[in-house]
Structures are given as C-alpha cells and as structure tokens.
C-alpha cells in the first residue's frame, strides 16, 4: 500500500539475538536478509560481537539507510564485566566491534546499562570516552530498574557478589 507507514523492526528488544545459540540456528541472519529483501529499517541490540558475522549483510543496509546497531557496555573491567555479563563478549572485543562496524559505515550507538550506584556508576564517563573513540555515534545510560521480580534477582546478584556494599548498593 502506497499509505503504509514503514517502521524500524527491533530485534533484541528482550533477548540478544546473537546468543551462542545463533552461530548454530542463523536465525538472525536470515532475518536480516529478509530485511534487506524488502527493505525494511531494522535496529539490533546486542552485547556480543557475532554480530560482526553479518558485517556483508549490514553494510547493505547501511548503504541504504536500513540499519542501527545499538551495542551494551557494563564495564571496562573485566573481572567486573564477568560478573555483570557472563558469556558477553569481552570490554576489548566490544570496542573492536564498535570499531569495525563504524568503520563499514554500520552507525553503532551504545549503551551503558545498567548502571549500578556503587558497582559501576564511577566508569560511565570513562565508558562514553572509549565508545567515542572507537566511532560510537552516541551514547545512552540507563540506572538499574528494580521492577517486578528484577528486584530478588539482582538483590540476590548483589549479595552474592557484592557482600560488602550489598546494602549500600540497594539503598541508593
């Protein structure tokens, strides 16, 4: 129809669509390639760099305007990221990604989130300032929500890897 209006498709929106499972089943991919097919505007949330598997395919949509990846970054430490995102890619290998997706003209924002009082929040500044480095287009934040049964899971989190700053973590 000559009225549709045609709106960005978000893939991640809930769960990474570049789990490990991915390298297995390539269901991002194909969809990918149905979004170039029709030309369909698509943006990708991720925290891994399998992303970069489909660099052939995303440099074809951003030459058409298509694409914005939008890549998640805890934490420039790694002990820390372990802790924050298990079975994530690495801090380094995120700003390669970055690096490398810019450099195909793939626009990268980030995201620094969560942001945690007393975890984290001291490296937002120094996070902002690498992602830019390495070609970020943008960067957003986003503190720690604690709705629904988020609040006994991280609270759980909290207290198991952060014993000694559990409670002043949880009271701010």
Not at 4 to 16: A, E, F, V, Y
Not at 30 to 42: I, K
Not at 99 to 127: C, K, Q, W
């Amino acid at each position: 129809k000559k009225n549709r209006k045609i709106m960005p498709i978000s893939l991640s929106g809930n769960t990474d669509c570049y789990q490990p499972c991915e390298r297995t089943f390539g269901i991002t991919r194909q969809l990918l390639e149905v979004m170039l097919e029709f030309r369909q505007p698509v943006s990708i949330i991720t925290k891994n760099a399998l992303v970069l598997r489909d660099l052939d395919i995303l440099k074809e949509l951003a030459l058409l305007d298509l694409i914005h990846v939008n890549l998640s970054i805890t934490s420039l430490d790694e002990e820390l990221r372990r802790k924050l995102e298990p079975r994530t890619a690495t801090a380094k290998r995120k700003l390669q990604t970055i690096y490398e997706l810019t450099s195909a003209g793939i626009p990268v924002n980030v995201m620094v989130a969560p942001v945690i009082p007393a975890i984290n929040d001291h490296e937002l500044f120094e996070i902002v300032k690498a992602v830019a480095e390495h070609g970020a287009c943008s960067a957003h934040y986003l503190v720690v929500r604690l709705n629904g049964p988020n609040e006994a899971i991280f609270t759980d989190w909290v207290n198991n890897h952060f014993p000694d700053r559990a409670e002043k973590v949880l009271n701010q």
